[in-house]
């Protein structure tokens, strides 16, 4: 059973900053490759950002490009999603995902609030 368990988010006001964190639990992190998604009221949930398994290979979403940014610690089984300059269109819930050839796992979802 691989667990995934998101925290770090809240309420910012626009051009605020907030780091969600995923930690794994359950199975061998380095091997899943890794991706924050979001979900906002009434719409479809998208990718936000995503990372290979080794750290080497990463990609955002064009809303997120410059002020988003993905990492990961294998040894601390955590990957970490650092949000900057945040916009109200940001708010969603935010979903940790991990995937291994056909397995693919979900968190609970943290919920990010951007909002004056």
């Known amino acids: 059973q691989v667990n995934l368990v998101e925290s770090g988010g809240g309420l910012v006001h626009p051009g605020g900053s907030l780091r969600l964190s995923c930690a794994s639990s359950?199975?061998?992190?380095?091997?899943?490759?890794m991706g924050w998604y979001r979900q906002a009221p009434g719409k479809q949930r998208e990718l936000v950002a995503a990372i290979s398994s080794g750290g080497g290979l990463i990609n955002y979403a064009d809303s997120v490009k410059g002020r988003f940014t993905i990492s990961r610690d294998n040894g601390k089984s955590t990957v970490y999603l650092q949000m900057n300059s945040l916009k109200p269109e940001d708010t969603g819930v935010y979903y940790c995902n991990g995937v291994r050839g056909s397995s693919s796992y979900w968190g609970q979802g943290t919920q990010v609030t951007v909002s004056s």
């Open positions: 359950g199975t061998i992190f380095s091997n899943y490759a």
